[in-house]
């Protein structure tokens, strides 16, 4: 089993920035890849970014692509997800995700799950 726990969360004013962390333990050998999902209210779980944990190669959606990055510290066995120029509607609960699957982009190809932080972008 593997467990997450993110933070970093918070309020912030449209075009400022955030950095939000996810912190993983348990039986990390088995992490190929961690990715970042959110939720904003009424709406469906989306995919924001993913990096593999080995390469640290990245792949990011097309909403937050040039304004989001994700980046990892193997030794702390953490993922970041840096957020610039923020806008009201980046405003959701962020999820932390890792999983088995090499650059996995869905929801459903991600086996461990934080119980998330929420972004509130004020405009």
């Known amino acids: 089993q593997v467990q997450l726990v993110e933070s970093g969360g918070g309020l912030v004013q449209a075009g400022g920035s955030l950095r939000l962390s996810c912190a993983a333990s348990g039986r990390t050998s088995s992490i190929n890849t961690m990715g970042w999902f959110r939720q904003a209210p009424g709406k469906e779980r989306e995919f924001v970014g993913a990096?593999?944990?080995?390469?640290?190669?990245?792949t990011y959606a097309d909403s937050v692509a040039g304004r989001f990055s994700i980046s990892r510290d193997k030794d702390k066995n953490t993922v970041y997800l840096q957020m610039t120029s923020l806008k009201p509607e980046d405003t959701a609960l962020y999820y932390c995700a890792a999983t088995s699957n090499f650059y996995a982009d869905h929801d459903k190809m991600y086996e461990y799950w934080g119980q998330g932080t929420q972004v509130t972008v004020s405009s």
């Open positions: 990096i593999s944990w080995s390469s640290g190669g990245t």
